[in-house]
């Protein structure tokens, strides 16, 4: 039975919020144009600082100490040819 009065609820409210709605008055306007945009601008500005610090790294990788003892060393008083 609890379905069935949800349902009915969602009948009986859901018409009286369509009258009080004026779809010729619900738009974002200037604010949300202002919003968007200063968002996009914070956006922009962080992907530009990104960019400056990411090319500011140096970065050098380490050589792998496990990868030393598998290469063959040439002995001692011979030339590799």
Known sequence: MPDMSAHLALTQ???FAAEELDKNKVTP???GFVVFAALALAVWMLMKSMNRH????SFEEAP???????TP?????TSAK
């Open 13 to 15: 409210l859901v018409p």
């Open 29 to 31: 306007g200037v604010l």
């Open 54 to 57: 990411m090319g500011k790294v």
């Open 73 to 77: 060393a040439t002995p001692t008083g």
């Open 64 to 70: 792998d100490p496990a990868a030393e003892g598998t």
